[in-house]
């Protein structure tokens, strides 16, 4: 994980509130996206995730949506995208989510009570946005084979007392205006 840690360590932090943000092209867009970091992510997801037998891949917008693409086109399995959008579909599921700077509603669609999914997001920070994609997921009926953020900002989480295990790609923490790794190798 050579690139998605230098890309870390090389991040700026911006404070929204009181909350420390880094800036980075996984969870931001910004700087841009370099394909090699893409490819290393991508490739640490599918060793790294529970793949057998999932019928979906699930991830919220916005963020999430270009690497579960990516896993989506190197394994073949379908993508979701939880919209911040209501559609007003058949089937359709609102969920409501709170992170450390925002708030809202998302709508999932095209999943069914026994859909095996993968759930993949950019970040783990407060679990808001987890907790409430997983809820709903239960809700529905589905049945979640495997979690994985591919960054998790250490410290406590909503899903800290939650049955729900989210697997990481690398955990870091913010200390006086810059990323500290904190485990390189994630959680299992």
């Not at 870091?172 to 959680?187: F, N, R």
Request: proline share 4%; no cysteine; glycine share 8%.
């Amino acid at each position: 994980m050579d690139q998605l840690r230098q890309s870390l360590l090389d991040a700026p932090i911006i404070q929204k509130g009181d909350y420390e943000y880094f800036v980075h092209p996984i969870s931001d867009g910004v700087p841009m996206l370099e394909p090699g970091l893409l490819r290393e992510i991508v490739i640490k997801i599918i060793r790294k995730a529970d793949l057998e037998d999932v019928d979906k891949i699930v991830t919220p917008a916005a963020m999430g949506i270009h690497i579960s693409t990516a896993v989506s086109l190197m394994t073949d399995i379908p993508l979701v995208v939880i919209r911040k959008r209501e559609y007003g579909l058949d089937g359709e599921v609102s969920l409501h989510q709170q992170t450390g700077y925002s708030e809202g509603d998302m709508f999932i669609n095209d999943v069914d009570e026994g859909d095996r999914v993968l759930v993949l997001d950019d970040v783990l920070s407060t679990g808001g946005t987890m907790k409430a994609v997983l809820d709903a997921l239960d809700h529905i009926g589905a049945d979640v084979v495997d979690t994985v953020a591919i960054i998790k900002k250490a410290g406590p989480t909503e899903l800290d007392d939650s049955e729900h295990n989210v697997k990481t790609l690398i955990n870091v923490t913010v200390e006086d205006g810059e990323v500290v790794i904190v485990d390189e190798h994630g959680d299992d």
